[in-house]
């Protein structure tokens, strides 16, 4: 079955919206298989965020996911990568769609809740990553 990693980022868990993040993907009748809380070490964001290395806001996203709280979650389902994605919404706030979590709760680009793997391939390893062989 197909995984994804999803995270609350730390803006998502400061105003309080990880019942509501949990609530819609449950109420899709989506799978929640992990879940932790936990502030991100540097390296781990820094690896996390790698792709995004060359980028002129690397700096600043990675001071971000690591100034506090992140909840960690895996979620599994058929096809669960477009379906968690088509919910959060584009990172563009300007192409975020009411009704997805980015849509309906924030209009910034940086501080935009949610994180999503974006490919099956990219999930596995930001699983591997985020969690330890015995929490899954
Ligand atoms: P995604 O989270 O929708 O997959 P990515 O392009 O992978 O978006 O970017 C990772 C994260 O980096 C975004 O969620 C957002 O927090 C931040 N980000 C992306 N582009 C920008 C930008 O142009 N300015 C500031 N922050 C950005
Ligand atoms: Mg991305």
């Given amino acids: 079955m197909e995984r994804t990693y999803i995270m609350v980022k730390p803006d998502g868990v400061q105003r309080k919206l990880t019942g509501e993040i949990i ?7 989506l799978t929640l ?8 070490k540097r390296e781990t964001a820094e690896k996390h965020y ?6 002129p806001f690397y700096g600043e996203l990675v001071d971000f996911v690591t100034s506090g709280p992140v909840v960690a979650m895996v979620w599994e389902g058929k ?10 919404g584009a ?8 009704g997805t979590i ?15 793997s974006d490919a099956p391939e ?11 062989e015995g929490e899954l």
């Fill in 50 to 55: 790698a792709v995004h290395a060359e980028r």
């Fill in 79 to 88: 096809d669960i990568v477009k379906i968690t994605r088509a919910m959060i």
């Fill in 102 to 116: 980015r849509g309906d709760f924030t209009a910034d680009m940086m501080s935009n809740l949610i994180h999503g």
């Fill in 33 to 40: 298989v992990a879940l932790k809380m936990l502030t991100p």
């Fill in 91 to 98: 990172t563009k706030p300007t192409e975020a769609l009411p």
């Fill in 122 to 132: 990219a999930a596995e390893d930001e699983i591997a990553l985020w969690f330890g």
């Fill in 23 to 29: 609530r819609r993907f449950e109420n899709r009748g």
